[in-house]
């Protein structure tokens, strides 16, 4: 098998720089809009076969050096008793906010094995037919109390830091209950043979270093820690932490993901050269012409030059414009220019 | 005169730290949303009797130490040809959006005694009523440049940047079109009777430092180059800018506004003693009850203490939802924290 992701994520030395790309199974391709086509997201995840679908796609087109489960970080919120529905281009839509103690008393807590079968067995179907690593992977508990407290995608994040502000005691509940869901969601996957994790604290960047130490820290200590035993790297990812950079590498998590607004060397100095950095090319550039793409994604790998423990991604997920054919000639600039 | 907010922005000694606050006349005011019952922003902004009335608004709840001309950062290219509406709580959108030379082309120079009087007026009007110094404002090329590449608010900006990396000479001249009515719009506004002038690069921090020193710094250049002779303080604001704060400070403005997201005088020390700073507490933080944002502000006081050159004010504008009242406290909680 190709394990040179897994390698990196250990920051053991690698015959190449991995590389793979937040949603390389996504609307940039067209097999993907396909079979999109008429389905709702849920749906599609909720279907075994289909996830191992789409999470195939990218592969069959590139030589990727890890396959990541497709799915939608508000599935385990869904079955825990949140009304969820995703809006194509949009995101995600929370019928009846979380506000007060009662809206965190009908959330329950998830049961893997008893709420996202279809997700374990998309794992498993997945380890038959995978010859590179399986990432599983889940949304982070800030992010998805955002998305429950705001309702929806948010710009501001206001309802969330007035709760976290304002009424300690429901957001650490609404934190312990999703920093559990969390955990065990992630050890499940595991189980089911998820060879690696990503926890995406997709919306994090949003607090200051003051508040993510008080209101959020220690519920990913307590995430990264139960994965801690498991034996798989796990991937700390959000968007705009510059500054909180320190304080994720409290959180535990071996790899650190970052996005495109701090050079690569810079947020690697500020994580500590004993964790691994996965990033950090800005998806926005990928739809310039290939000359721009090429020039941006040689200046991402030099400042990695020489380190182990990079595993070369975007800052963020494919945007939906991407032409295809962009992604594939990365993979290939990554491969050949890295040669060890 | 109340002077204070000027000094400050000299580094001069103050005898309270100032404060006003971005979008401080905004629809968080009940009178406010009266003003704009049934009006559209631009009709608003383009009737000096209503744009006076809007500004003067706090004034007469609060005493802040700056008034900051009510306008929208659009009405200049509006003038210029752009065909922009703008949706109340959406933002700016543009209908034929700016992608080729063409496009480009169509815009013309912004004359601003011929497109813009009604701003002029407004300034004139206001320096009758006002006893705090008057802040004129522009929004800056990259931040107007992306709305009118992407044709209304975007998350990724990936049109605009599909654009400076993929036609060069285009994004040039567009980026030079838009340098200029800047520093002739904010030249215009300071003989008009402004006292200091904003720019608001409000999503510049989508940009690594390597594009924004490329694409749009040199731009910035020569906007505060062109106001450095007027004697009046540049602001310079932009918000997610942890990354380009140094660049900022080369684009030569003497005050640079920052967001929440960094500790205050972490990011001082990124652009230097030697010039001023304006923030920074976290706006979405204005939503929770009264001690919380207390704290939050005597945090902000706290990383200022002792330094000449700070202006209090939010890491970006007020949100609709914040209780007035929490901004009138936070006025008077500013002035007394930090007699001299």
Wanted: charged share 25%.
């Amino acid at each position: 098998m190709d394990d040179r992701f897994l390698r990196a994520c250990r920051l053991e030395p690698v015959d190449r720089t991995p590389v793979w790309f937040m949603r390389q199974a996504g609307r940039y391709l067209p097999e993907y809009r396909a079979l999109r086509e008429g389905r709702d997201v849920l749906a599609l995840c909720r279907s075994p076969e289909l996830a191992v679908e789409a999470t195939l796609q990218p592969l069959r087109r590139m030589p990727l050096d890890a396959a990541i489960l497709f799915s939608d970080i508000m599935v385990p919120v869904a079955e825990m008793g949140a009304d969820v529905r995703i809006e194509p281009g949009a995101g995600p839509f929370v019928r009846e906010p979380v506000r007060a103690p009662a809206d965190v008393g009908r959330l329950r807590p998830l049961e893997p094995e008893a709420d996202v079968p279809h997700v374990l067995d998309a794992i498993r179907l997945l380890r038959k037919e995978l010859s590179v690593p399986l990432i599983g992977f889940a949304g982070a508990p800030f992010t998805l109390a955002s998305y429950l407290v705001e309702g929806g995608p948010s710009r501001n994040h206001e309802r969330t830091k007035a709760l976290m502000h304002g009424d300690e005691a429901t957001w650490g509940a609404l934190m312990r209950l999703l920093g559990d869901a969390t955990a065990a969601y992630l050890r499940a996957q595991v189980e089911a043979g998820a060879q690696a994790v990503q926890v995406f604290d997709s919306w994090v960047g949003a607090l200051d270093p003051e508040d993510y130490r008080r209101f959020v820290l220690p519920t990913m200590r307590r995430v990264f820690g139960s994965l801690a035993g498991l034996g798989v790297p796990a991937i700390h990812f959000g968007v705009g932490t510059g500054e909180l950079l320190a304080l994720l590498r409290e959180a535990g998590a071996g790899v650190i993901g970052v996005d495109w607004r701090g050079p690569l060397d810079v947020a690697w100095d500020r994580v500590g050269s004993d964790v691994a950095v996965q990033g950090n090319l800005d998806p926005a550039v990928c739809l310039a012409p290939w000359e721009a793409v090429r020039a941006k994604a040689l200046g991402v790998l030099d400042r990695a030059a020489g380190r182990p423990g990079h595993v070369f991604n975007l800052g963020h997920g494919v945007l939906p414009g991407t032409p295809p054919e962009t992604m594939e000639r990365l993979v290939d600039l990554v491969h050949e220019r890295t040669v060890r």
